[in-house]
């Protein structure tokens, strides 16, 4: 059975197409960023309108900035039709959405419809626990203190088809590619003496 | 024919809010008001047009006045100049209060020249506004007569009818006129008795040009501009409708006539109005706006089934009324080609669809701004009205993802802090960057920044946070403004 510690590679962090997926934790804005990155395509990020956090174009890797879509929808509803509608549209590559309120299970399912019909990806910021049992994945995001900036933990909590596990990646902002770093773990075997 | 309306301006004035008693209208011009236009009392009164203000005063103190709308008079104009539409073909406006008409071969449809000049001033008396008219053989002549006096030349007598007018009916300048008068030449009648040559070396050739048009050697064709499209389509129904299915099948009726008429004038549809008449004389109103320029009546269609769906039909719609309130032009374009088209139109449509929900001021990009204030460096600007623009690189001190309005923290220690609470969190630096030094804008009073200058720091935490934060070395205190990834 392969596992995510035996080969880690980029695309163990790519997001299934046509579906919806979660991120909770301190770092979600940082992973939608990464996502947005991979996705080729227009992308659209749902705010609400009394959110004061927003995206900083400065701060933003070179060329999302231009395909990015901001909607600011006043109040829950208007917001879950905002992703809904979004999610529809075919030229729309990814979706991401930040909704203040836990996502029901009929929001949840709703979205996986609508992004089957799309062919789009979505990426639901929420609060933690407050996802929805129709996720297709949960990443629990968090940025790692270390010697190096730019590492990211990002850890795979929920997985409807596919292996759970913690990725720690080491990702800077400006460019692209991400750099896996495996996990330190204890040697259940004593280590081949050096030669 | 030539139409002039002596006192357009005073009279569509007071058609709205008669006044009694003498009446101006008063326009500002070389830093002193100037009469515009009088009513016939303050004509009576002595009051002349382009007297100042001041002295008209003088003359008659009980003068009421009113600024005038040199709109407003063109706009009226206009209005008369398509209700003329009903005595001639060729209709143009002729300087700022008259008109003309090329009514060739149109006088005997009302049954001669006389019974069209009857038939004009008995309608415009009857709304109100004075006239004099004049018809002759030639523009010129028309417009000379109307001028003074009006009438009519009969054909053939060209020369006879005008010979008694002043040579400033000729439209020629002041300087010129007053020239002739100078020389004793003061009716039109000299002027022509006059050998042409030394005349035209004497007083430039505008003036035998002008001679010629009035006396008919020199053709001068009544030019009418061209009515601007109106892109507005009606259907009244025989028995009024009520379903939802009726009613957009109307409207796609409607479309096809709108968009056709789009597509002859090369433009689109930015905003689009739909008025509903209901049986009992009420109106309902379905109002969307468009993305980009559309005239794709499937496409406008789909934007309309929210809005139809949601108005309120009382006991039947009756008549059905489709505006487009704003148009762009629109190039024609080769359609059904390339995926990079349809992707622009899907995204068109989504845009549409979203801002004609929650409203197209929420409907975002992120667009570049010239300014080192992090606040100010891009700006939110509606998708709908404006391109993506790409943002030039970035190439200072490393920006967070996130921004947010600043944050003070909390019992911070050391400088830059060692530790701090921020948003209920005990952090501790592990590692700081900085400072990054921005002033204020000073020529833009921000609130924001009224206390002075930031020393900017990359902070890294232990606990996992890489945060943006600022130090005001004028008011001494932390705050955290943004996050990085």
């Known amino acids: ?195 | 024919m030539s139409i002039w309306f002596p006192r357009l301006a005073s009279e569509t004035s007071l058609r709205t809010r008669p006044v009694e008693g003498p009446f101006a209208l008063i326009h500002r011009s070389a830093n002193a008001d100037h009469l515009h236009c009088l009513n016939p009392l303050a004509e009576r009164h002595g009051l002349r047009r382009g007297m100042s203000l001041a002295d008209a005063r003088a003359i008659c103190p009980d003068l009421a006045t009113r600024p005038a709308d040199l709109v407003a008079e063109a706009r009226s104009l206009t209005t008369l100049r398509r209700w003329a539409g009903r005595y001639a073909p060729m209709v143009a406006v002729s300087g700022s209060d008259g008109l003309i008409a090329d009514i060739t071969g149109v006088a005997h449809l009302f049954g001669g020249e006389a019974e069209v000049r009857g038939d004009l001033h008995a309608r415009l008396a009857q709304a109100g506004l004075s006239v004099t008219s004049a018809i002759a053989g030639s523009l010129g002549a028309a417009h000379a007569l109307a001028r003074h006096g009006g009438g009519i030349i009969a054909e053939g007598a060209l020369q006879a009818g005008i010979e008694h007018l002043p040579v400033s009916a000729l439209r020629i300048e002041h300087a010129t006129a007053e020239a002739l008068a100078r020389v004793g030449l003061a009716r039109i009648g000299d002027l022509i008795a006059q050998p042409r040559a030394p005349l035209a070396r004497r007083f430039g050739i505008a003036l035998i040009q002008r001679l010629d048009q009035i006396l008919g050697h020199q053709p001068e064709p009544v030019s009418a501009d061209p009515d601007p499209p109106h892109f507005g389509v009606r259907m009244t129904l025989p028995d009024p409708i009520g379903l939802t299915s009726d009613v957009m099948a109307g409207l796609a009726r409607l479309l096809d006539r709108l968009c056709t008429t789009l597509a002859l004038h090369r433009r689109g549809a930015r905003r689009l109005r739909l008025e509903l008449r209901r049986v009992d004389r009420g109106t309902v109103q379905v109002e969307i706006g468009l993305a980009r320029a559309m005239r794709d009546p499937a496409r406008i269609l789909a934007l309309f089934a929210k809005g139809v769906e949601e108005i309120n039909a009382g006991f039947g719609i009756d008549a059905l009324r489709l505006f487009a309130a704003i148009t762009e032009p629109m190039a024609p374009e080769q359609i059904g080609h390339g995926a990079q088209v349809k992707t622009e139109d899907a995204l068109a449509d989504l845009v549409s669809r979203l801002g004609n929900r929650i409203g197209f001021d929420r409907v975002l990009r992120l667009a570049p701004a010239d300014s080192l204030i992090p606040e100010r460096s891009f700006q939110m600007v509606s998708a709908a009205w404006s391109e993506p623009v790409a943002a030039p690189p970035w190439s200072g001190p490393p920006r967070p993802i996130t921004l947010f309005p600043p944050e003070p923290v909390t019992q911070v220690s050391g400088h830059p802090p060692a530790r701090f609470r921020w948003r209920r969190m005990r952090l501790t630096t592990l590692r700081a960057q900085g400072p990054e030094r921005i002033a204020p804008e000073w020529w833009f009073d921000d609130p924001a920044w009224r206390s002075g200058l930031r020393d900017y720091w990359r902070i890294e935490t232990q606990e996992g946070p890489r945060l943006w934060l600022f130090h005001t070395p004028q008011t001494p205190s932390w705050c955290v403004q943004g996050e990085f990834a």
């Open chain 1, 1 to 195: 059975m392969k596992t995510l510690r035996d080969r880690p590679s980029s695309d163990s962090l790519a997001l299934a197409k046509a579906r919806v997926h979660e991120a909770e934790g301190p770092g979600r804005r940082a992973f939608a960023v990464y996502q947005g990155l991979r996705h080729p395509g227009p992308v659209v990020w749902v705010l609400p309108a009394h959110e004061p956090q927003r995206p900083l174009l400065a701060g933003l890797p070179s060329g999302l900035g231009e395909r990015l879509m901001i909607l600011t929808p006043k109040g829950e509803t208007d917001l879950l039709w905002c992703v809904e509608e979004a999610l529809r549209a075919s030229p729309v590559a990814l979706v991401i959405a930040e909704p203040q309120q836990p996502l029901s299970l009929t929001a949840g399912r709703r979205f996986q419809l609508a992004a089957e019909a799309g062919r789009t990806v979505g990426l639901m910021l929420i609060q933690e626990g407050q996802g929805s049992n129709a996720t297709e994945t949960r990443w629990h995001c968090a940025p790692l203190a270390t010697t190096d900036s730019t590492l990211h933990s990002w850890s795979l909590n929920k997985n409807k088809s596919g292996t759970i596990g913690t990725l720690i990646a080491e990702w800077d902002v400006t460019s692209p590619h991400v750099h896996l770093v495996s996990q330190a773990g204890e040697r259940d075997q004593l280590a081949d003496p050096a030669r």
